[in-house]
């Protein structure tokens, strides 16, 4: 079988969790028989003309093949060969205002989709996934179509929801809710991260199959000593939801935390501890990006998910639990993994609440215990076996469906 995942978002060339999750779900596909093919439309990043191949050549390991429109590879970078790119790096470079840039989410360059289409009709695959639903466009473009699928990530709707709720301003334009709205319908299935957000689609496009494919871990970290100190864990991109949960967390939180438990100490790793204007309190460390971060979660006693808004399921929390080590997380940052027992995930609202769990976490004696209750759960929970049966079976029902269905050409 031959699967093609066409993608606007790069999720080769740059490690986020979108990019974590789609070679997951590709992995998962291929451990069926599957070959699965991505299909990249770009590398949108702005003023960006070139990126190096260090995270793609990891990425080849989960597909059959990897192919990125307007790109040359010349020894270990990628070069764009889209004039905009290099119009917008000149731009920059000169302190200039360059070209608009991309908004999230915004529809693909035509001409990438005319280039995708053709690679399909020479090229015709079994299953056709579009990664996000700006991408569902190209189901046009094929005449007839393959079975087509969504892959998720989250559901923008109440993504705009949680923004809202929490007072807070969306970082993306609103007019892509109602987009997303009407895409929800074109797909023949949708795979969603977590089951509330199978049900959003259930609800608004009855006729389209929804299937619930959480993040999974490879493997559950063996058991190891308890952590000889009271070391918390922060790890995050620079997007906005995690910069306001680290601005909370030491404004808010940490010190409350240190006035109870003076030897503890919260690392923050990821590109969110490099943000500007961030006040840094006693015991709190800026350590930004590490060659082993396995190495961090064997030094932790718990790992904190403080997000105030968002949607999807956290993918710093699926990565904690699969090393072992439990979470304290807002209602925000538990969502998808709400149902785990409060000794693996404790959730509390608001910052002194937050600050107990904390401290409550980093001194328990029975640390031992604990690490071994979660690696449980997360064996039981999120072993990629289980979750990507669950996604073989929805695609195998749905491939039979439409070789039963009479030909209209």
């Not at 990664?131 to 699928?149: H, I, K, Q």
């Not at 199978?198 to 608004?204: M, S, T």
């Not at 918390?232 to 006035?259: K, Q, S, T, Y």
């Amino acid at each position: 079988m031959r699967i093609c995942i066409v993608s606007d978002i790069d999720v080769a060339t740059v490690a986020l969790g979108s990019s974590e999750y789609c070679a997951q779900v590709a992995r998962m596909l291929g451990d069926a028989g599957a070959a699965v093919e991505l299909l990249l439309l770009g590398v949108h990043r702005p003023g960006v003309v070139r990126v190096p191949v260090g995270t793609l050549d990891r990425y080849r390991r989960d597909y059959a093949a990897i192919v990125v429109r307007g790109a040359w590879r010349i020894g270990g970078h990628l070069y764009s060969t889209d004039w905009r790119r290099w119009r917008e790096r000149l731009a920059r470079a000169f302190r200039k205002r360059g070209a608009a840039t991309r908004g999230w989410l915004s529809p693909p360059d035509p001409r990438a989709l005319a280039w995708a289409a053709r690679r399909l009709r020479a090229h015709p695959a079994d299953l056709l996934i579009a990664n996000y639903f700006n991408v569902v466009g190209l189901f046009d473009r094929l005449d007839p179509s393959p079975p087509t699928a969504l892959l998720m990530h989250d559901v923008v709707a109440l993504r705009a929801a949680s923004f809202a709720e929490a007072g807070r301003e969306t970082d993306f334009d609103m007019a892509i809710v109602e987009e997303e709205a009407r895409a929800l319908a074109r797909p023949d299935l949708c795979i969603a991260i977590k089951e509330a957000e199978a049900a959003f689609v259930r609800a608004r496009a009855p006729h389209t199959r929804a299937v619930t494919v959480s993040m999974t871990i490879e493997a559950v970290a063996p058991a190891t000593s308890v952590p000889p100190a009271p070391v918390a864990l922060f790890i995050g991109g620079a997007f906005a939801a995690n910069v306001e949960a680290l601005r909370w967390l030491l404004d808010e939180v940490w010190p409350h935390v240190r006035a109870s438990l003076p030897e503890a100490r919260l690392r923050v790793l990821g590109k969110v501890a490099g943000e500007p204007g961030l006040n840094w309190p006693d015991g709190a460390e800026r350590v930004g990006f590490v060659d082993d971060v396995a190495a961090e979660y064997r030094t932790a006693r718990v790992a904190l998910a403080p997000l105030l808004f968002g949607s999807g399921v956290k993918i710093k929390v699926v990565e904690a639990l699969g090393h072992g080590v439990p979470v304290v997380a807002t209602p925000c940052g538990a969502e998808g993994v709400e149902h785990a027992p409060s000794a693996v995930l404790s959730v509390a609202d608001g910052a002194e609440a937050f600050a107990a769990a904390v401290i409550e976490a980093l001194a328990r004696e029975d640390q031992a215990e604990v690490r071994a209750a979660v690696r449980r759960f997360a064996g039981d929970h999120f072993a990629r076996g289980p979750v990507g049966a669950r996604l073989v079976d929805e695609v195998a029902a749905l491939l039979d469906e439409k070789a039963a269905l009479p030909r209209t050409r």
